[in-house]
């Protein structure tokens, strides 16, 4: 049982345009969840969080929306840059503090 | 910035060998965590502890073993290695105070079996 989905295995996006990654959960318990950027052969590295209580979080370019009435949220990246193309994860924190990852999107923008 | 340190970043070795990838973080974080990542796949967690002499199991299955007894350090061992144990392995580690959760992650050990 996924508790934390990426539906979309890839996007690709032009430079400068918005980049929309989503994400859909199934646990209504989950307390945060993150954002995290991954480089090939690298470890992920933290984008932005946002509480379940919250509706919106923005940092600089990166925008993150939670719908908790439809289990969804998204990410935002505006504008998209060549340097932001890399494997995107979102994850749901339990009140454990425990993170449940999707299985990642991997995003290219095209110069 | 995070200070969390995995070695080999990358090793090849041959079947039935005997490895330990280290993972060291200077954070004083609590929690450190083992997870396992392919391509195209989420990052599966393996192993986890939440303080000295203290460790679990995670959600998937693994013959990979590990410790805890420092604070600053948890390594995993491979007593018998095997081609199905090729993968990439994120170390991570967290502050138990953090409401989010939030990981800091190593930059992995890419481990190929022959």
């Known amino acids: 049982d996924q508790q934390v989905k990426q539906n979309s295995p890839s996007l690709s996006v032009q430079e400068g345009r918005i980049s929309i990654l989503n994400c859909d959960y199934t646990n209504s318990m989950f307390d945060y969840f993150l954002w995290y950027k991954k480089y090939p052969a690298e470890g992920p590295t933290f984008l932005i969080s946002?509480?379940?209580?919250?509706d919106k979080n923005e940092d600089g370019r990166f925008t993150v929306f939670l719908n908790k009435s439809a289990k969804h949220l998204s990410l935002h990246i505006v504008p998209s840059q060549p340097g932001d193309s890399a494997v995107y994860f979102c994850?749901?924190?339990?009140?454990?503090?425990?993170?449940?990852f999707g299985q990642g999107t991997t995003l290219q923008v095209k110069p | 910035e995070a200070d969390i340190y995995q070695t080999p970043r990358y090793l090849v070795i041959g079947t039935g060998k005997k490895i330990t990838l280290e993972c060291s973080q200077t954070m004083g974080h609590d929690k450190m965590y083992w997870y396992q990542q392919d391509p195209g796949m989420e990052l599966h967690l393996i192993h986890y502890s939440y303080g000295v002499n203290s460790t679990e199991k995670g959600d998937l299955s693994s013959e990979s073993t590990v410790s805890r007894i420092r604070t600053e350090h948890f390594p995993l061992t491979l007593e018998s290695a095997r081609p199905s144990h090729t993968s990439q392995y994120l170390c991570?580690?967290?502050?138990?105070?953090?409401?989010?959760?939030?990981?800091?992650f190593g930059e992995g050990s890419r481990l190929t079996v022959l």
């Open positions: 946002i509480s379940s209580i919250k």
């Open positions: 994850a749901g924190t339990l009140s454990t503090g425990k993170l449940i």
């Open positions: 991570a580690s967290s502050d138990s105070r953090s409401p989010s959760g939030e990981l800091f």
